[in-house]
């Protein structure tokens, strides 16, 4: 069973903090995901990843950096954390597009 | 920019089908299906991929129009565990993207 697992399952955190959210998988995909769930807007893409030291934006990058040092393992940087930021993000891996994306169990940030 | 899912939620009855539409404004190489229980992490449902082949849940069963760009998704005889947030996420043109709609919340009752 391919496994992503997520740090923490809830945080919380002060306005302007730095915060890092991390993901790592244990079926060597080549893409990661980081999105942002929130009620009534879905699932929204913030970074991904296709490869080691490689990231492309998202839909909403803005606030957030990302860190894909080793290909197990892709981080979510939140270089100054503020209220609006509050939000469950969740990490995706997946091979290769043509096939399931896997999902981690999810942080709940919350940003006081 | 995300697909566009309709309708954002239905209520049925233990037995009753439904149909759950997604639709994109660009070219898609793939669209994903995915159901959220409450609490849960997103689970793969079926996988519908540009020329026609399609990979996921035997009773579950979902049509891509590439020319349009739409996919629905056909759940028939449904049952209580139905239940959740279904979510479409689509994939286009070369890179690995993969953008998730705003999901559409399915109640089934007894």
């Known amino acids: 069973d391919v496994k992503v697992t997520q740090s923490s399952r809830y945080l919380v955190k002060r306005t302007g903090e730095k915060v890092f959210l991390e993901c790592v998988q244990d079926?060597?995909?080549?893409?990661m995901f980081w999105y942002r769930q929130d009620p009534g807007l879905g699932l929204r893409l913030i970074y991904f990843?296709?490869?080691?030291?490689?990231?492309e934006k998202g839909d909403i990058p803005e606030g957030y950096s990302v860190s894909r040092e080793k290909k197990e393992r892709f981080s979510l940087i939140l270089e100054s954390a503020s209220t609006n930021q509050t939000s469950m993000y969740l990490c995706?891996?997946?091979?290769?597009?043509?096939?399931?994306?896997?999902f981690g169990q999810g942080t709940r940030l919350t940003v006081v | 920019q995300q697909p566009v899912q309709s309708p954002q939620a239905v209520i049925l009855r233990e037995g009753e089908d439904a149909v759950i539409n997604c639709s994109s404004s660009?070219?898609?190489?793939?669209v994903h299906w995915y159901r959220q229980k409450h609490g849960e992490a997103p689970v793969f449902l079926m996988i519908?991929?540009?020329?026609?082949e399609q990979k996921g849940h035997e009773k579950i069963s979902a049509s891509f129009n590439e020319k349009k760009q739409q996919s629905s998704l056909y759940l028939t005889a449904s049952q209580l565990s139905y239940s959740g947030t279904y979510f479409c996420?689509?994939?286009?043109?070369?890179?690995?993207?993969?953008?998730f709609g705003k999901g559409t919340l399915l109640t089934v009752n007894p």
């Open positions: 519908l991929l540009k020329g026609g």
């Open positions: 995706a891996t997946c091979p290769l597009r043509t096939v399931e994306a896997f």
């Open positions: 990843s296709y490869d080691v030291k490689m990231k």
């Open positions: 079926m060597d995909h080549e893409n």
């Open positions: 996420g689509i994939s286009g043109g070369s890179n690995y993207k993969l953008t």
């Open positions: 660009k070219a898609l190489y793939s």
